[in-house]
């Protein structure tokens, strides 16, 4: 029961990371076309995956704490971290039950380090648009020396995340 529990869920969070990576590659081309409509859409959609998979590793965690009440280990304790309460799990399995939680838990892993990738790739991307358009404005406007103000004419930060510029001069 634990084992076929454990496999469902890591089935489960392997296939929110894949759809999580999906989604993350449409949220790079919504950027890169700027499409914020469905950026907006896609960033919704990738809020409720990271909601569904912090209820499954919540789940995951329940289970482990369930298997080490059955097997009444001393080894296996809260000190452990994920992992190790993972690969404790599996060292008492049979072996094709390990192999097989072991081959979907590195399934997992190798997802959740493309998707990390992917996002540090969008937000490397996005701080060098946002360092260029600091640099244009400066560039542009040497009297503000890259100051912008709001509305009310009070000054701002350069964190650029809502910029409206008048399109006349």
């Known amino acids: 029961m634990i084992y076929e529990k454990c496999r469902d869920i890591l089935l489960k969070e392997f296939e929110l990371i ?6 993350q590659e449409k949220i790079r081309l919504a950027v890169a076309n700027k499409e914020w409509a469905v950026f907006e859409d896609h ?5 409720s995956i990271e909601s569904n998979m912090a209820n499954l590793e919540n789940e995951r965690e329940q289970l482990f704490y369930v298997f080490e009440t059955l097997v009444h280990q001393q080894g296996f ?6 992992k190790g309460r993972f690969l ?4 008492l399995l049979p072996e094709n039950q390990r192999e097989e939680l072991t081959s979907i838990y590195r399934s997992l892993k190798l997802e959740a380090v493309k998707l990390r990738i992917a996002n540090d790739a969008l937000m490397t991307y996005l701080g060098e648009i946002k360092s260029t358009l600091v640099d244009f404005l400066a560039l542009a406007f040497p009297d503000r020396c890259g100051k912008m ?3 009310s004419g009070v000054h701002s930060s350069n ?9 006349s001069f």
């Open 43 to 47: 960033f919704n959609v990738m809020n």
């Open 159 to 167: 964190d650029l995340s809502s910029m409206v510029l008048n399109r």
């Open 18 to 23: 894949q759809k999580a990576v999906f989604i």
């Open 149 to 151: 103000y709001t509305k």
């Open 77 to 82: 304790s809260e000190t452990l971290d994920a």
């Open 88 to 91: 404790k799990l599996v060292s």
